[in-house]
């Protein structure tokens, strides 16, 4: 944003306000980007969180071999440009796999783009031995995915994650024995709104 602003002062200096005036917008749009609003859930602790703010356009079922075997849920999550743009831990566990896979910058939402766009897969094992998966998806705007999380670390459910830099999808993948508690077309806050349960 520091880019914008210096130039914001430049313009204003040269005389140009209405220029000046843009550059200082553009300046704190991008720092809306970045913002991490703290957030609290004190609901049941065995549900799954959602890992990313934004609006569900999909829910189905896949396999992932690069979460684990067999089948597994997956819930995805557009982030539009207004959506709060950090991840947080959808369980507690220990993250057994962090994979960075570089890739095509093609838009978020075709069906496609979690398989061909850069991305980044975190899996957690839970105390009970379940795997779940959040794999950070880069978009036709965004320019990097950021996961802070290694391979080993013990995290609690809503801690942080990662970001994606101006950016664009969020699959979040289940055991298929577990409730979906969402519906496609609704809208999750992260570290906040329960997206499913284990199943009886």
Same mark, same amino acid.
């Given at each position: 944003? #520091?880019?914008?602003?210096?130039?914001?002062?430049?313009?204003?200096?040269?005389?140009?306000?209405?220029?000046? /005036?843009?550059?200082?917008?553009?300046?704190?749009?991008?720092l809306l980007?970045?913002?991490?609003? *703290?957030?609290?859930? =004190?609901?049941?602790?065995?549900?799954?969180?959602?890992?990313?703010d934004?609006?569900? =356009?999909?829910?189905?079922?896949?396999?992932?071999?690069?979460?684990?075997?067999?089948?597994? @849920?997956?819930?995805?999550?557009?982030?539009?440009?207004?959506?709060? @743009?950090?991840?947080?831990?959808?369980?507690?566990?220990?993250?057994?796999?962090?994979?960075?896979?570089?890739?095509?910058?093609?838009?978020?939402?075709?069906?496609?783009?979690?398989?061909?766009?850069?991305? @980044?897969?975190?899996?957690?094992?839970?105390?009970?031995?379940? #795997?779940?998966?959040?794999r950070?998806? /880069?978009?036709? +705007?965004?320019?990097?995915?950021?996961? @802070?999380?290694? +391979?080993?670390?013990?995290?609690? *459910?809503?801690?942080?994650?990662?970001?994606?830099?101006?950016?664009?999808?969020?699959?979040?993948?289940?055991?298929?024995?577990?409730?979906?508690?969402?519906?496609?077309?609704?809208?999750l806050? =992260?570290?906040?709104?329960?997206?499913?349960?284990?199943?009886?």
């Open positions: 944003m #520091l880019p914008f602003w210096a130039a914001a002062g430049g313009l204003a200096l040269l005389g140009h306000p209405g220029w000046a /005036a843009a550059a200082l917008v553009i300046g704190l749009l991008v980007f970045f913002r991490n609003p *703290r957030r609290e859930f =004190t609901g049941d602790g065995s549900q799954v969180l959602a890992a990313a934004g609006r569900i =356009t999909g829910i189905d079922t896949l396999e992932d071999p690069e979460v684990g075997p067999g089948r597994f @849920h997956r819930v995805v999550t557009f982030l539009s440009p207004l959506d709060v @743009h950090v991840q947080r831990s959808p369980v507690s566990g220990v993250v057994v796999v962090g994979r960075f896979k570089a890739g095509r910058k093609i838009a978020a939402f075709k069906r496609d783009a979690g398989s061909v766009n850069e991305n @980044h897969l975190t899996v957690l094992r839970q105390p009970s031995g379940e #795997l779940v998966a959040v950070q998806i /880069a978009g036709a +705007v965004a320019r990097r995915v950021v996961c @802070h999380l290694r +391979v080993g670390d013990q995290v609690e *459910r809503g801690q942080l994650m990662g970001l994606i830099k101006f950016g664009s999808r969020v699959d979040l993948l289940l055991p298929l024995s577990y409730r979906i508690l969402v519906r496609e077309g609704e809208r806050r =992260t570290g906040e709104t329960p997206v499913a349960e284990p199943g009886p």
